[in-house]
Each structure stands twice: as C-alpha cells, then as structure tokens.
Nanobody
Framework: QVRLVESGGGLVQTGGSLRLSCAASGLTFSNYVVGWFRQAPGKEREFVAGLSWDGSPIEGTNSVKGRFTVSMDNAKNTVYLQMNSLKSEDTAVYFC????????????????WGQGTQVTVSS
C-alpha cells in the first residue's frame, strides 16, 4: 500500500521560509515523477513544482519561480519543497504527489497523493 505523508507546514510571516517534507512508503520516489500541488480556498488547484523521473526539474506556476525548489533524498525516500520569500498568496494546502508514468506532466492527475499540509503566510 502506497502512502505519502507531508509535514512541515505551519504559520510563517511574509518573507519567511518553510521546508515541506514528504515521506513515502510503498514506493521508491527515485522511480517516480514527483510533484507538489497546492490549493487555496476558493481557487483552483495548481501545480507548484516537481522532479521528473530522471531528476530534472519540472516547472510549475510562474508565481513561485526563483523562490521554491524541489529536492529528493533517496536514502530517506523523502521529497522536499523549500519555500523562500513567502508571500500571503502562497497560503494554501500543499500536496505531495507521485506518478509512475515517466511521461507524466502536470496536465494529468497524479496517481498518488498525500493528505496535504497547511501553509499559512501572515503579513
């Protein structure tokens, strides 16, 4: 059984940083395309960033470019989302995802999802 568990969310002030973690059981992240999505209240879900099956970055929404970075620790089977220079508009529930199709793109729903972690940025 596959399980993705996010952690690291919380309340942070504008301009601050957070690092989200996503630990997997039942699959090995290095064999999957991994990604982070977010959804804010009243807004559509959007793709934030990810890593392709070969480790190359997958860009997401323009609003986080240069501020958010995805990385992976193979030994820990954990994926991270480093978020810097946070803004109030980054407030959302963040979801970790994984998909075994090496052609996967954010146009498709990923196969596996975590339960989400809340990030709240206060001004």
């Amino acid at each position: 059984q596959v399980r993705l568990v996010e952690s690291g969310g919380g309340l942070v002030q504008t301009g601050g940083s957070l690092r989200l973690s996503c630990a997997a059981s039942g699959l090995t992240f290095s064999n999957y395309v991994v990604g982070w999505f977010r959804q804010a209240p009243g807004k559509e879900r959007e793709f934030v960033a990810g890593l392709s099956w070969d480790g190359s970055p997958i860009e997401g929404t323009n609003s986080v470019k240069g501020r958010f970075t995805v990385s992976m620790d193979n030994a820990k089977n954990t994926v991270y989302l480093q978020m810097n220079s946070l803004k109030s508009e980054d407030t959302a529930v963040y979801f970790c995802t994984a998909d075994g199709r090496n052609w996967w793109t954010p146009d498709y729903d990923p196969t596996y999802w975590g339960q989400g972690t809340q990030v709240t940025v206060s001004s």
